[in-house]
DNA sequence: TTTTAATGCGAGCTATTGCTCATATTTATA
DNA sequence: TATAAATATGAGCAATAGCTCGCATTAAAA
């Protein structure tokens, strides 16, 4: 029924081989999400797939959401770090190369393994963000919104409006880009910076 | 006895009461995805919350699953309705006030109910499209294939490309206000009509 | 080496889910 | 009214899920 109390920590990983199992599990529990989807995704396959037992499994995961949490929070804190490094490196650039490579960054980030993208989204929400998600989460909304705030530009709605509708939008082209079967990301690029650029009433250049 | 020994296509509703309880449970079942999600979805929930027993449930539905499509398509079926009737009822009027009402229709769709317009999506995906699902999918793309196509607009990308790229960046713009818990439909619309306009070229006026 | 802690294992328990079937009740038909 | 057809019921079955627990194995500490 309503979500349970938390998913808290179990063991933390000392030795090197539990590390190695831990992040096993991680990535087998995300390549079923991929391949299998909701349905495979129980917590025997995952440790099968991982090469390890349920039983190791569990003694670093209270339970089958904290495993799903974990990819969660990995997925948003990768995709935190990467844009971050990507705006760090642009400041001295026009805005619009910097624009363009947070694009790329997030095409990249969800258009590979849309099926993926897609499950976690859903999974974010029903896990609600009390497990560190919401700082990663703002970590790359802020991104984008000092980019805008510190821009000449002259926005269409508020600050913070904008800065959803952008992330909304591109998200939402990419979302149906990879359902679709569409490989050309060059070509993805291309249209959603011109959707990124024309909302914001900038040339397209 | 019994004519035929082999699992057979369930049955269609004949008496009036018959019709109401198939009608009961689809309502049942959106409305259990919308409150309770995928976790609470359930047949015996549905059944449950139809006031019908799980038997009845099976008599008019083959499994789960048949439950799940026809609740898809039907959602699909009514989509395109509203929005071949939009069309039909613009035609000798400017382009900009038929997206404006398309636009509305769309978001009036998915924007109360945000979560079950979400698992929706995702179990349409999960089911495939095999039951009638592409024709009426189709009829709802080329409500705006067809107005693109006959308008005199200058489209950024080819006719496929951009119908498809439209329709993503409304929704993705749409999905993100409904899970932010946004209310103010008008605003939003205001929005998606600026995105879309702005991504075809069009003057915001 | 011996001892202790960390890690790994997987059969199987408990709860739940999708679904059936024998039976009961309501409606249509003769 | 009598008979058949349609509809409704819900206890319970088979399958499967999440998860535990006693024990085996490996690595670190003494």
Redesign the pocket.
């Known amino acids: 029924m309503t979500p349970?109390t938390l998913p808290k920590p179990r063991?933390?990983?000392?030795?090197?081989?539990?590390?190695?199992?831990?992040e096993a599990i991680l990535e087998a529990a995300a390549r079923i999400l991929e391949s299998e989807g909701l349905?495979?995704?129980?917590?025997?396959?995952?440790?099968k797939r991982a090469?390890?037992?349920?039983?190791?499994?569990?003694?670093?995961?209270?339970?089958?959401?904290?495993i799903t949490a974990a990819l969660v929070l990995s997925d948003s804190e990768l995709m935190a770090t990467r844009m971050q490094e990507v705006r760090a490196s642009y400041t001295a650039r026009p805005i619009r190369e910097c624009i363009d490579a947070l694009i790329d960054v997030a095409v990249c980030h969800q258009f590979d393994r849309p099926m993926l993208a897609r499950l976690i989204d859903l999974e974010e929400h029903r896990l609600g963000q009390d497990f560190g998600l919401k700082a990663a989460k703002q970590k790359i909304v802020m991104v984008v919104r000092n980019l805008l705030e510190s821009s000449e530009i002259d926005l269409p709605f508020d600050l913070d409006t904008t800065t959803q509708d952008v992330f909304a939008l591109a998200h939402g082209i990419t979302d149906a880009a990879g359902l679709n079967g569409e490989t050309d990301r060059a070509h993805l690029n291309a249209r959603i910076r011109h959707a990124v650029l024309s909302y914001l009433g900038l040339p397209t250049s």
């Open positions: 349970d063991k933390s990983p000392v030795q090197a081989r539990s590390a190695a199992t831990v349905d495979g995704y129980t917590t025997n396959a995952i440790a090469g390890v037992s349920v039983g190791s499994l569990y003694q670093y995961f209270p339970n089958k959401d904290a």
